[in-house]
């Protein structure tokens, strides 16, 4: 009789949220082509509900200056790998929410990329502590393929929700679904829960479609 009916299987990485299988390396995925980073036009917006009523703007120069912070997070993508303990650099969503105050009653946003690429997301989770506006991983500055010069990451959040190529934050009222939450994927899409696909929605989860 063989050993392996009784060898017990490897203990599964914790970090793997249900049905996620870990990667080596870090695939580039997207929709559409990647963009040619514009250093003279290029802006990251803040638009929609803030308390100034005003649209903020931030040039390559001055966005470069702003305070940076580094988190770990992992990357969970909804075709079922995960790239874990990536080290992230960049702005933190809450220093944004600090330079830039939503108006009061803002309850969502949605991140603007390239290409009219989008994602909405809860203020609570923008607002996460280790949300991000990365412009680095792992010490090295984001290749294009992988959102240079600034893409989101929202880590406790599957990886659509973390546009590359950002280009505007807008502060919502209300929610509004982005560009793969109109195509059939989850409004909240939190992996703990494989909230994957938008027919899992319990009522409450999202606007209506
Ligand atoms: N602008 C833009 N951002 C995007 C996407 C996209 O199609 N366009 N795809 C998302 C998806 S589905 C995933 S899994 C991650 C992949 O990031 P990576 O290519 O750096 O691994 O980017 C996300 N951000
Ligand atoms: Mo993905």
């Known amino acids: 009789m063989g050993q392996s009916k009784h060898e017990p299987l490897p203990p599964s990485d ?12 870090w695939p580039a995925l997207h929709y559409g082509p990647v963009p040619r980073f ?3 036009t ?14 903020h ?15 770990v997070g992992d990357l969970h993508c909804v075709t079922k790998f995960s790239v874990l303990g990536n ?19 803002v309850t969502h946003v949605m991140v603007w990329a ?27 500055a984001l290749t ?8 989101l990451v929202v880590p406790r ?14 502060y919502m009222r209300a929610d509004r679904r982005g560009f793969w939450e109109e195509r059939g994927y989850h409004n909240l899409a939190d992996p703990w829960g494989e909230q994957r696909y938008s027919y899992q929605e319990e009522p409450g989860d999202g606007p209506l479609r």
Do not use: C, I, M
């Not at 914790?14 to 390396?25: E, K, N, T």
């Not at 080290?87 to 009653?105: H, K, M, R």
């Open 157 to 170: 959040l599957y990886a659509w929700k973390g546009p590359k190529w950002v280009r505007a934050v807008e």
């Open 57 to 71: 703007s931030w040039d390559f120069e001055a966005f470069s200056a702003l305070p940076r912070s580094t988190v």
């Open 14 to 25: 914790p970090r793997l949220p249900p049905g996620q299988r870990a990667q080596r390396g």
């Open 144 to 151: 294009a393929e992988h959102g240079f010069p600034v893409r």
């Open 114 to 140: 390239e290409y009219g690429y989008s994602a909405n997301l809860r203020l609570a989770d923008f607002a996460d502590p280790r949300t991000l506006l990365a412009t680095h991983r792992n010490g090295e």
């Open 87 to 105: 080290e992230w650099t960049g702005v933190s969503a809450a220093a944004v929410l600090d330079l830039v105050p939503p108006a009061p009653g």
């Open 42 to 55: 290029w802006d990251l917006q803040v638009f929609g509900a803030t308390a100034s009523a005003e649209k």
């Open 38 to 40: 514009k250093p003279l």
